[in-house]
């Protein structure tokens, strides 16, 4: 898979390259969650899986490669949704949105360094599966089941695979200072009642305005793509 992604990622560079549009153009390279340890991921030393609400499950990884970066081969660490790509390009391109979207425009932070707009996100509210999670500042809530596999899953060289669905964690509130502790090792929630409090008022703001899980709209049907998967099917 990855030497199959490289290539295909020096095959779209070739062709940018010999259209002379290379230079005026924005490569963005970006996970949309974490790694499935049981396909050949791996996430560690984060905790959790693909499909979990643990920082290995949710916390990507991004490059970007272009024009108008003011501090390229620079890390940059700020907090970003994957909702934040549609503004953040359009504003790159020089263009402007109207009206109000979830995503934040985060171009001036990526380019040029600046303090990143976004302060927290919703990683999710499942009224399904009666779990949510959110992040304010440093400090993340995890209402509910957070998924499996739990736990700090090495590498396949240090693990059988047969092992990573180790034990199951029946506590119904986490709470992490994500600064200091990004492995999820030490739960606060017992020491900051009020904060879990606030977190949980936050939530309860944001499911308010949420709809309830509607029915699919066949007009969405990948039948009627040629098996494309369409909003308001999946």
Not at 36 to 48: A, E, Y
Not at 156 to 173: D, V
Request: proline share 8%.
């Amino acid at each position: 898979m990855v030497s199959a992604m490289d290539e295909a990622v020096g095959n779209i560079t070739a062709a940018l390259r010999a259209k002379g549009i290379l230079d005026n153009t924005l490569i963005v390279f970006t996970s949309d969650n974490g790694g499935q340890t049981l396909s050949g991921g791996n996430n560690f030393p984060l905790r959790g899986n693909k499909a979990t609400l643990w920082e290995g499950g949710t916390r990507g990884a991004a490059f970007i490669h272009g024009p108008g970066l003011k501090y390229p081969k620079s890390i940059n660490s700020a907090l970003m949704h994957a909702v934040d790509w549609y503004p953040t390009l359009v504003a790159a391109a020089g263009g402007s949105l109207d009206g109000t979207i979830d995503g934040l425009n985060q171009w001036p932070m990526l380019s040029e360094g600046v303090s990143a707009p976004r302060s927290e996100l919703v990683y999710q509210i499942d009224q399904l599966d009666g779990n949510a999670a959110i992040r304010v500042g440093n400090y993340k809530l995890i209402v509910g089941p957070p998924g499996m596999p739990d736990g700090w899953i090495p590498p396949p060289s240090e693990q059988s695979l047969q092992n990573l669905h180790h034990y199951e964690n029946e506590t119904k509130l986490h709470l992490f200072n994500l600064k200091a502790d990004p492995t999820e090792h030490f739960n606060l929630a017992d020491v900051y009642p009020d904060l879990v409090a606030m977190l949980q008022n936050r939530l309860a703001q944001y499911r308010a305005v949420m709809p309830d899980y509607p029915d699919n709209d066949p007009r969405g049907d990948p039948a009627n793509f040629g098996g494309v998967w369409s909003p308001g099917w999946c």
